[in-house]
């Protein structure tokens, strides 16, 4: 009972967060902006470079097969 419930209250909550779509289009400015240049769509790294590594979870080797 209480799991629909919450269930219920934050499916109502959700819809109550959303902007209503904007039926106008924004103000034109006079100036129009210049377009950013585009990024290179590869990165090239040089070899031999170390990157540090995090692990988000532990290695266990103690059910390892």
């Known amino acids: 009972m209480w799991t629909r419930f ?4 934050l499916a109502a909550g959700c ?3 959303q ?3 904007s039926s106008s289009p924004p103000p034109a400015t006079g100036q129009a902006a ?3 240049p585009a990024a290179p769509a590869t990165l090239t790294i040089p070899s031999g470079t170390k990157v540090p ?8 080797t ?3 097969k």
């Open 34 to 36: 210049a377009p950013a």
């Open 19 to 21: 902007t209503p779509a």
């Open 62 to 64: 103690k059910t390892a």
């Open 6 to 9: 919450l269930c219920a209250f």
């Open 15 to 17: 819809a109550m967060a």
């Open 53 to 60: 590594l995090a692990l988000k979870q532990a290695i266990s």
